[in-house]
Nanobody, 123 residues
Framework: QVQLVESGGGLVQAGGSLRLSCAAS????????MGWFRQAPGKEREFVAAVSRGGLSTYYADSVKGRSTVSRNNAKNTVYLQMNSAKPEDTAVYFC????????????????WGQGTQVTVSS
């Protein structure tokens, strides 16, 4: 089993920045690809970003590409999502997820999920 706990959510003004963290425990973190997803009210969960086990490969949704960075620290069993130039449409609950094998943008591929952290971007 893998336990994931997100933190860092909150209220941010449009144009501001936020940094989400996801701490993992229970299995060897470096064996897991990690993803970030988000879900806005009334909408389906959508892919945001993903990072490979070693951190060398990263992937982004078009909606956040160029203003977001996903990274990980395997020594700290933590994955991060830095988002700059926040927009009101970034408002959502953000989830981190873990899977074995390569990263994926498909939420169905992920085996483990955190509880989520709310991000609200005010205009």
């Amino acid at each position: 089993q893998v336990q994931l706990v997100e933190s860092g959510g909150g209220l941010v003004q449009a144009g501001g920045s936020l940094r989400l963290s996801c701490a993992a425990s229970g299995r060897t973190f470096s064996n897991l690809a990690m993803g970030w997803f988000r879900q806005a009210p009334g909408k389906e969960r959508e892919f945001v970003a993903a990072v490979s086990r070693g951190g060398l490969s990263t992937y982004y949704a078009d909606s956040v590409k160029g203003r977001s960075t996903v990274s990980r620290n395997n020594a700290k069993n933590t994955v991060y999502l830095q988002m700059n130039s926040a927009k009101p449409e970034d408002t959502a609950v953000y989830f981190c997820a873990a899977k074995y094998g390569p990263p994926s943008s498909n939420s169905n591929d992920y085996e483990y999920w955190g509880q989520g952290t709310q991000v609200t971007v005010s205009s």
